[in-house]
């Protein structure tokens, strides 16, 4: 079945420079990844996501890049600032379209 | 249009209770599911429910039942309570369809003493 791995588990970074998580998945079946915000304290939420038939994909400062020969797909967030700060879900999907997740990373955004 | 909403948010049970953690969905979604999230962990399907009438096991299914009860209501039952379910338990839903956005509930958080 499908296995993501998310690295790394902790990420600390200055405000204004970039962050990038990458994710690695084991099926390559696996056609849909997205990636949720977690705030401290709330609920996950969607921030972006990307299908297997596309490369790149980008929202303000925001971008998901899929190698899908390597099997790994990334999170890059330019221009970090405060609210940046969250722990952030890759996922892939299994043979059922149910995802499975990434045990996270914690970004923290230094001042 | 509240959602994803979950009761409680947060209770203390003694080992050996049982309860009955609460969902609801206004958004007309198909499919409803429950996660736990423990530290270090990240989100762990416990159960799901790709429409109504139907439920299947995820993850970590054990110690756990589930009810499906309408389309619009999914509920979480602990028969008997152990300390390894302290957790943050997530109810969500989406279409169903793929590559659709789930939306979560709030959490509920469990401590169980």
Known sequence: GENVEQHPSTLSVQEGDSAVIKCTYSDSASNYFPWYKQE???RPQLIIDIRSNVGEKKDQRIAVTLNKTAKHFSLHITETQPEDSAVYFCAGTDSNYQLIWGAGTKLIIKP | NAGVTQTPKFQVLKTGQSMTLQCAQDMNHNSMYWYRQ??????RLIYYSASEGTTDKGEVPNGYNVSRLN??????????????QTSVYFCASSTGSFGNTIYFGEGSWLTVV
């Open chain 2, 71 to 84: 389309k619009r209501e999914f509920s979480l039952r602990l028969e008997s309570a152990a300390p390894s």
């Open chain 1, 40 to 42: 401290l304290g709330k």
């Open chain 2, 38 to 43: 423990d530290p270090g962990m990240g989100l």
